[in-house]
């Protein structure tokens, strides 16, 4: 398992909901595990194959995620195979997507290639691109301009 500063691993009990996700979500990988968990990638394999990641860090970061709630080890066996498992995600992980799909829109506004996006959130029908919005409680459509941060104290 990569090493963790003190305070990252404080993070997870802190007051800070960001800082918390940040302790689970706490590299690069684990979003591109996350990505390619939503292209449906299940197994080990899937995930080394598409990724090109060493298998000691693929393993503490799905442990992890794991660990976290956010995949769940599933078993399968292929006839003939031994037991393996796959890794599916929880609704936890499943409720990423909007990180995701805000995390695309940013590098493609930010971070344009010439040939456009690799991977593009769309209905699942395929019709229709999806946009991540900041939405109010009363759910109102709210511009990036018109939302800000407050720090709360909590007794």
Not at 88 to 100: I, R
Not at 108 to 115: G, Y
Request: hydrophobic residues 40%; aromatic residues 6%; contains cysteine.
């Amino acid at each position: 398992m990569p090493r963790t500063s003190q305070a990252l691993s404080d993070a997870l009990t802190g007051q800070c909901a960001i800082a918390r996700s940040l302790g689970v979500l706490s590299d690069s990988w684990s979003f591109l595990l996350l990505r390619e968990a939503h292209l449906g990638r299940r197994t080990f394999a899937q995930f080394r194959d598409s990724l090109g990641i060493a298998t000691d860090v693929l393993s503490a970061r799905l442990d992890a995620l794991v660990e976290h709630g956010v995949l769940e080890k599933v078993p399968y066996r292929e006839p003939g195979q031994r037991t393996r498992y796959a890794y599916e995600l929880t609704a936890a992980g499943s409720e990423l997507k909007v990180v995701l799909i805000a995390m695309q829109q940013w590098g493609e506004a930010h971070l344009p290639r010439e040939q456009g996006s690799a991977v593009l959130p769309v209905t699942r029908d395929g019709q229709h691109r999806v946009r991540a919005s900041l939405v109010s409680a009363g759910g109102t459509i709210e511009t990036n301009e018109n939302v800000g941060f407050v720090r709360v104290t909590t007794p």
